[in-house]
């Protein structure tokens, strides 16, 4: 057992703050865009002379289903990453000393996430994009509200990595 090497237990949680806001907005940015190429598609070829016996329409339904569903998979990839971040924060040591910096490094996250949500809110506000708007209400919702939403979440995150017994 002399080859086992000990794991190091350091982190650095801000980064993974970081990581995690960005990966929201590409995530969410990435569903309205393949919703909104799944409409158009699917209207163009429906009224296309392909539509050969309503064939089609059978597979373009459970596809519409699935694009409709982005939105609950969005707020699915939310609470995992929420999760990982958590569970991460439990798993790192830290001293209390560095509180500040944490806070400080929140502070820059935070105003990270109120350009993201400005950015997506311009986003969605696009005509072409109304369609697609309404399905995502709830990615809406966490996007409008992301600084308040990532204030929280790194409350929570700070509360766990400093507030551990020792």
């Known amino acids: 057992m002399k080859n086992v090497r000990k794991v190091s237990k350091k982190g650095n949680i801000i980064a993974d ?3 995690f806001v960005a990966l929201l907005f590409v995530v969410i940015l990435a569903f309205y865009v393949g919703s909104y190429f799944w409409k158009t598609a699917h209207t163009d070829l429906l009224e296309n002379d392909l539509n050969v016996g309503g064939e089609l329409n059978n597979t373009y339904s459970s596809v519409d289903g699935f694009v409709t569903g982005l939105s609950f998979l969005f707020i699915l990839v939310v609470i995992g990453v929420l999760a990982f971040l958590v569970i991460s924060a439990q798993q790192i040591d830290t001293s209390p000393g560095f509180f500040i910096f944490a806070f400080i490094g929140l502070i820059l996250v935070i105003i990270i996430a109120s350009y993201f949500a400005n950015t997506f809110d311009e986003f969605r506000l696009e005509p072409e994009l109304s369609e697609v708007n309404s399905d995502f209400s709830l990615a809406n919702n966490v996007l409008l509200y ?4 990532i204030l929280i ?10 507030a551990k017994p020792k």
């Open 153 to 162: 979440l790194g409350g929570i995150i700070m509360v766990v990595l400093y």
């Open 146 to 149: 992301f600084p308040l939403f």
């Open 17 to 19: 703050m970081i990581i």
